[in-house]
């Protein structure tokens, strides 16, 4: 059974940095696509970025693009987030999720979900 378990999130200042990794076990992880995903207070989950099984798509939310970039280390089961320029209408819970694609995990299209990670920015 799959099970994504993300990490890397905390408290920081508006500007500031912050990376978020997903680690995937007990399944093929190389032939699937991620993605990150969040849920602000009082919001939906939204969507915030997806990478192809092979790094060679990626598609972000237009709130992020420019300032997040989303990763991922095949051999390591790994799916990152580098977060810069971080603003406070970024805090949210950030979840991990994998799918068939990319452009599906853009859609909704969710296979699994991580626990989530909080990420918190000070004005």
């Known amino acids: 059974q799959v099970q994504l378990v993300e990490s890397g999130g905390g408290l920081v200042q508006a500007g500031g940095s912050l990376e978020l990794s997903c680690v995937a076990s007990?399944?093929?992880?190389?032939?699937?696509?991620m993605g990150w995903f969040r849920q602000g207070p009082g919001k939906e989950r939204e969507f915030v970025a997806s990478i192809s099984w092979n790094g060679g798509h990626t598609y972000y939310a237009d709130s992020v693009k420019g300032r997040f970039t989303i990763s991922r280390d095949n051999a390591k089961n790994t799916v990152y987030l580098q977060m810069n320029s971080l603003k406070p209408e970024d805090t949210a819970v950030y979840y991990c999720?994998?799918?068939?694609?990319?452009?599906?995990?853009?859609?909704?299209?969710?296979?699994?979900w991580g626990q989530g990670t909080q990420v918190t920015v000070s004005s």
């Open positions: 007990g399944g093929v992880f190389d032939i699937a696509a």
């Open positions: 999720a994998d799918g068939p694609t990319a452009w599906g995990l853009q859609q909704n299209s969710v296979d699994r």
